[in-house]
């Protein structure tokens, strides 16, 4: 609990910071859509945070996963400077900053379905571990496409910034190979750190 000062601080910043980005978005529907996990999750977290708390490397992963969901928002996914940039530098033809969203949506949520596998006791094994970790970003991924194709058929020619497709008739297929990097490397890169984390919250 000496952890929620920072956290309260980290939530005021993120709260202005989603604030900031519905000011003047590119278009007003495609910002909703975009951070509405924001709009949940946020006091989700605190609601749980009493009795559930998660580890800081997860509350960090979090909020950084928030800030790429707003800036997309803000300029939809296909127009963000970023990504601009990005294209530039490497060459690009097209805008690869929602490929950069779909990596993070691989990269965080590994870090969380992780969590809870382990906290719960569900799983026993680390090859289990990755393999039920990796099944359950890629469902996330999945079901977020099927979340897109709905607003499609919804929303008919104005899913076109949601989808953030540019043109790509493979785009669904990519989003989730990119979630797939993602959640691999998070693996690769965090499972250490992420273990010791764990160790900390049982002190």
């Known amino acids: 609990m ?3 000062t920072p956290l309260l601080f980290a939530s005021l910043l993120l709260a202005g910071l989603l604030i900031l980005s519905g000011l003047r978005p590119y278009d007003r529907l ?28 997860l ?9 790429v969901l707003m800036l997309g928002g803000a300029y939809t996914y296909a127009r963000v400077p970023l990504g601009f940039e990005i294209a530039q530098f490497l060459e690009l033809e097209r805008n690869p900053y929602d490929k ?41 991924s999945a079901s977020y496409e099927l979340i897109e194709w709905a607003a499609a058929l919804i929303m008919n ?10 043109g790509d008739p493979w785009d669904t297929q990519s989003d989730m190979f990119f979630a797939l990097i993602g959640a691999v490397s998070s693996l690769a890169l965090l499972s250490r750190l992420h273990d010791h984390e764990l160790a900390k919250l049982h002190q």
């Open 2 to 4: 000496t952890r929620t």
């Open 30 to 57: 495609t910002w909703l859509m975009e951070v509405i996990p924001v709009i949940l999750v946020l006091p989700l977290l605190w609601i749980t945070y009493p009795r559930y708390p998660l580890t800081t490397l």
């Open 59 to 67: 509350y960090v992963l979090i909020f950084a996963h928030a800030l």
């Open 100 to 140: 950069i969203g779909h990596f993070i949506q691989g990269f965080v949520p590994a870090i969380a379905a992780r969590e809870i596998l382990l906290r719960g006791g569900y799983v026993k094994g680390r090859k289990m571990l990755v393999f039920l970790v990796v099944c359950v970003v890629l469902a996330i």
């Open 157 to 166: 020619q104005g899913a076109e910034e949601f989808l953030g497709t540019q």
